[in-house]
């Protein structure tokens, strides 16, 4: 079955940019999702960041969108995330998530069916 | 309004039935999905759709929907089921995703 698997620097400094990557396994990043990212600062809830198809088609939280971009490398199966300026307020566990958008006349649903172990990333 | 709102804590006796909330106005577009999160873990999707269970998950958990209301529902809840649960939908506009605050739930 398809697996996520992020990596990057757990430790970035304030004012610097945070880079991660999420490999997929077990499945092509080509197929009918759309890959998010979402975070989870310590003792808090779920927050989403953006999410990307494919095709390269984004979409990006308001609250984020001035400082982050989602891209995909389909050569590699793997997407990306970079947020710029970070400030503690960053500081999170960080997961890739895979999504399915399913609509008709009727009804429309959305899930994150596939989630990566997720990786923390201090700002300090 | 592209927001959810849960209920910060639930809390349920052993063996009894326990319906967790998510109201917000992008629920009258679309179907909440529900994710279980247990302490250092990933959270997992328990229910998507109008009333849907991934595989390996237990049927005791079941979801449902009445205007911009989502309702997850455990019958029967068990030690194991005590963990945060979040709702999560996209916006009215189709263009974000949004999470709700996240439910504690404690089994008594």
């Known amino acids: 079955q398809v697996q996520l698997q992020e990596s990057g620097p757990g430790l970035v400094k304030p004012s610097g940019t945070l880079s991660l990557t999420c490999a997929v396994s077990g499945g092509s990043i080509s197929s009918n999702n759309w890959w998010s990212w979402v975070r989870q600062p310590p003792g808090k809830g779920l927050e989403w960041i953006g999410e990307?198809?494919?095709?390269?088609?984004?979409n990006y939280n308001p609250s984020l969108k001035s400082r982050v971009t989602i891209s995909v490398d389909k050569s590699k199966n793997e997407l990306s995330l970079k947020l710029g300026s970070v400030t503690a307020a960053d500081t999170a566990l960080y997961y890739c998530a895979r999504g399915t958008r399913q609509t008709s006349i009727i009804f429309r649903y959305y899930y994150m069916d596939v989630w990566g172990k997720g990786t923390t990333v201090t700002v300090s | 309004s592209s927001e959810l709102t849960q209920d910060p804590a639930v809390s349920v006796a052993l063996g009894q039935t326990v319906r967790i909330t998510c109201q917000g106005d992008?629920?009258?577009?679309?179907?909440a999905s529900w994710y279980q999160q247990k302490p250092g873990q990933a959270p997992v999707l328990v229910i998507y759709g109008p009333n849907n269970r991934p595989s390996g998950i237990p049927d005791r958990f079941s979801g449902s929907s009445s205007g911009n209301t989502a309702s997850l529902t455990i019958t029967g809840a068990q030690a194991e089921d005590e963990a945060d649960y979040y709702c999560?939908?996209?916006?009215?506009?189709?263009?974000?995703?949004?999470f709700g605050g996240g439910t504690k739930l404690t089994v008594l």
């Open positions: 992008s629920l009258r577009s679309y179907y």
């Open positions: 990307i198809y494919h095709s390269g088609s984004t």
């Open positions: 999560n939908s996209r916006d009215s506009n189709d263009n974000h995703v949004v």
